[in-house]
């Protein structure tokens, strides 16, 4: 049975950085797309980033040019460092693992960014 684990959640000021790693256990295939979502109270959850196992990354617009992906599909790690945060990137944090048509959560880990 395929299981996510997520850590580096936290609590930091605002302009400050965290990085967030996931691990996929159970499994011996490549991902196909690894990622990061999240949901802040009362919203829906969210796309924040996701990358590929050929390398290709996407970010949301509200993150673009302070998060960065990375990922290693042979070991099913995926990393999401985040520098300037914000306030509104307040969240739960939530690692995703897409394998052909199956989708895999991990438990979340909570970033909260105080002002």
């Known amino acids: 049975q395929v299981q996510l684990v997520e850590s580096g959640g936290g609590l930091v000021q605002a302009g400050g950085a965290l990085t967030l790693s996931c691990v996929a256990s159970?499994?011996?295939?490549?991902?196909?797309?690894m990622g990061w979502y999240r949901q802040a109270p009362g919203k829906l959850r969210e796309l924040v980033s996701s990358?590929?196992?050929?390398?290709?990354?996407n970010y949301a617009d509200s993150v673009k040019g302070r998060f960065t992906i990375s990922g290693d599909p042979a070991k099913n790690t995926v990393h999401l460092q985040m520098n300037s945060l914000k306030p509104e990137d307040t969240a739960v944090y939530y690692c995703?693992?897409?394998?052909?048509?199956?989708?895999?959560w991990g438990k979340g880990t909570l970033v909260t960014v105080s002002s």
């Open positions: 995703n693992r897409r394998w052909r048509d199956m989708d895999y």
């Open positions: 990358i590929t196992s050929g390398g290709t990354t």
């Open positions: 159970g499994t011996i295939f490549r991902f196909d797309v």
